[in-house]
């Protein structure tokens, strides 16, 4: 039944080109605006619709079909390093030094890295989200191949509209082409939106702990 409802609202969404507000859904539907709300975060959570503030009045619309996702150039290493730069000042980090590092490894992946393992998302032409990643073989003693997400990046204009969510479920879909079963990524402890994200796409704690060790 509630899949049954969210599918309707998709289809009205990706139907009306404008967007819908909350009152034409529910008129639609024929069930009331808090029940419509309900499943319209639930949409909203799982990046399939977004909305946009006409004065109070929220106009929500499907974002899929504007998200396109294609393979990472080195073309591309300046938009990437400016999307990762803005989320670098809007965490009030004073050090960029960082930025260099993410140059380097950035460039390493795009040169000798599996294309389809290197994502990034366009709406309307501009890149504002990408995704790196590897194949790591015996990684702490597991055998088997892992897959690592190391670097993801959303444009903050563009975050809550389901760019993170398309990405990194492309990229688990060529895992999965690929044979590898297993993915993994690192969270520092106190990103918990980020955390949050990850569990969404049914990533789970693991029973092990980082340590590190300056020399």
Request: net charge neutral.
């Amino acid at each position: 039944m509630e899949e049954s409802i969210q599918n309707n609202i998709l289809r009205m969404l990706q139907s009306a080109k404008a967007g819908l507000q909350i009152e034409e859904l529910s008129e639609k539907l024929n069930l009331t605006r808090h029940t419509v709300a309900k499943y319209l975060e639930v949409l909203r959570a799982e990046g399939k619709i977004h909305y946009h503030k006409i004065g109070r009045t929220k106009i929500w619309r499907d974002v899929s079909a504007k998200i396109s996702i294609r393979f990472l150039g080195m073309d591309d290493l300046d938009d990437i390093l400016r999307i990762q730069e803005k989320i670098i000042r809007e965490q009030n980090h004073d050090n960029l030094d960082r930025l260099e590092s993410l140059k380097d490894t950035t460039i390493y992946h795009l040169q000798h890295g599996d294309p389809i393992l290197n994502l990034g998302a366009e709406i309307d032409g501009k890149l504002v989200g990408f995704i790196i990643s590897e194949i790591r073989r015996w990684e702490f003693g597991c055998g088997g191949m892992t897959g690592w997400i190391l670097i993801l990046g959303v444009d903050h204009e563009y975050q809550g509209m389901g760019v993170g969510h398309k990405l990194s479920s492309t990229l688990l879909d060529h895992f999965k082409k690929k044979g590898i079963t297993r993915i993994r990524t690192l969270v520092e402890w106190h990103e918990g939106e980020l955390i949050s994200y990850f569990k969404s796409l049914g990533f789970k704690m693991l029973g092990m702990l980082p340590l590190e060790k300056e020399i």
